[in-house]
Each structure stands twice: as structure tokens, then as C-alpha cells.
């Protein structure tokens, strides 16, 4: 799913159409930064505290309202002499219907990896784009779904990963990118879109987005070094 509008917000000043990007992951996570930082163009880092909530049931949806949320919270608090192209993302999993977020305690983590344990489930990440394009402001969204089966995950490999407590802070307790992985029994699409952020789509979406003139092979040259 994607789309490309314009934007207009009052009060922004047009940005000289020749003036290079500033890159901005609005995210701090650290999965990532180091998946956007394999693309070879510097950025910055500017987190977004925005409340994530979402009227949607859909999935797909939610994790693209998200994604919005966070790339338009950073969007208003940014110096806009920047120049800035702002990247946001959200993940989540899905189960049968049921949307898995980040657990709250060691208690919530183990009945998530209980419950997608035998299963297959799905875990969509969601991205958006901002940034002013020949005048405009414009935004590019897209979600990209990836289904992973887990086994089973016996008492010996579950108690050492909650100790970890690197469930705690991804969605659906666990990160395929750590120890998570020795539950993955299975995979269907992109590796890097259950880490968190799908590179390989990101990156056809943002040479298409940008004005990039001749060939598109140049698109680096639209950013600040």
C-alpha cells in the first residue's frame, strides 16, 4: 500500500527546489538505525514522543496511522531550514486477528511467545515519508507484511530469553535480529521488515519519491553528505 499527496500546511515557507535533503529517521530505535544507515547516506536522529493510538482494526492500517503519527510530530518540531525528508516507521504482529505490541511485564512477554509459539503470525512494518518536493510537501506511506511461523518453544529456551529481557521492548516479545531467532521455525518475506524496517522496499519507495533528475542511479546526490 502507498500513496503520494501533497500537503498543505500554513505558514511553511517553500524550500529552494535545489537544496539537498537532510535525512531524519524519526525512531530511536537502534534496529533502525543501523538498517538505515547500511544505505550509505548520513542522517540524524530525531525521536518522536507522540501517543501511538489508532482507531483502526486493520492492521495494516493501524501500523500506517502510526507511522504517520510519529513522521508529523517530528515534522512540526524540526528546524525546516533543514531542509528535512523525514522517514518514520511502526511494527507490530499480528495473530489470528489479534494485534500483539510491545508487553508491559516478564508476565505479558511469556503469554505473547505462549500464545505465537506452534503458530504462524504476521508482523507488519509500516513507513512514512515527508518532505517538500518542487514546492510541495509531500508523504509517501507503505506497509510491508511478513509472515514467520514459530516451534514450539520449550520451558529450557523460554526462561533464559525473559531473563534477557529483550522482549520487552519489541512487538510481540521478541526480536528475530537476537535471541528470538531460536524460535523462528519458518519465514515468508522480508527478513529485515520483522527486524523493523523493510530496506529493500524502503529504498525502491525513496527513488521514486525523490526528484531525482537523470538517472535515478543518483539519488544519493539529493541528500546532504
Known sequence: MRSIRPVNLSGRKSMASNKKYQLVL??????????????DVP???????????????????????????????????LDHKLNPLIVASDTLVELNGKILGKPSSRDEAQAMLEELAGNWHRVVTSVFIRAEVDGQVRDREFAVETRVKFGEIPKDIMIPYLNSKESMDKAGAYGIQGKGLTFVEALEGSYSNVVGFPLYEFLNHLKDFLPVSGSKENWRECFQC
Open 26 to 39: 524519526a525512531s530511536n530505535s537502534p534496529r533502525r538505525k543501523e538498517l538505515l544507515g547500511w544505505i
Open 43 to 77: 542522517f540524524i536522529i530525531q525521536g518522536s514522543d507522540v501517543e501511538e493510538v489508532s482507531d483502526a482494526s486493520d492492521p495494516v492500517q493501524f501500523a500506517l496511522d502510526i507511522a504517520k503519527l510519529k513522521g508529523e510530530s517530528v515534522w512540526e518540531i
